[in-house]
């Protein structure tokens, strides 16, 4: 399974923004719908955005839609989340996933997931 990279995370202010990328080294990204979900403390790892394999499409979960946006560069093997006016409550480890062929983007979110990230640490306080 390729291996996915993920870069950006640390602490942040409330209010502020953060950058989190996701490369995977060696290995196309062109095929696949890519996924950032996210783990907060005690709570259960869920799917916040998912973009479809041209970028021509994104899904947003309600607590993160109008503050994050999800991108890709394909040339590059990168996928991106951009996190604004972030919140205490969106402390958590961020993962990013690359979505199975048979994932469909109207149910990103349930996967299924070919290959996780190590995830990376966000937390957000003054």
């Known amino acids: 399974q390729p291996q996915l990279v993920e870069s950006g995370g640390g602490l942040v202010q409330p209010g502020g923004s953060m950058r989190l990328s996701c490369a995977t080294p060696?290995?196309?990204?062109?095929?696949?719908?890519m996924s950032w979900f996210r783990q907060g403390p005690g709570k259960e790892r869920e799917g916040i955005a998912c973009?479809?394999?041209?970028?021509?499409?994104?899904n947003y979960a309600d607590s993160v839609k109008g503050r994050f946006t999800i991108s890709r560069d394909n040339a590059k093997g990168t996928a991106y989340l951009q996190m604004n006016n972030l919140r205490p409550a969106d402390t958590a480890g961020f993962y990013c996933?690359?979505?199975?062929?048979?994932?469909?983007?109207?149910?990103?979110?349930?996967?299924?997931?070919?290959?996780w990230g190590r995830g990376i640490q966000v937390t957000v306080s003054s």
């Open positions: 996933a690359r979505l199975s062929r048979e994932a469909r983007m109207d149910r990103c979110f349930e996967g299924p997931v070919g290959s």
């Open positions: 060696g290995f196309t990204l062109d095929d696949y719908i």
């Open positions: 973009i479809n394999s041209g970028g021509s499409s994104t």
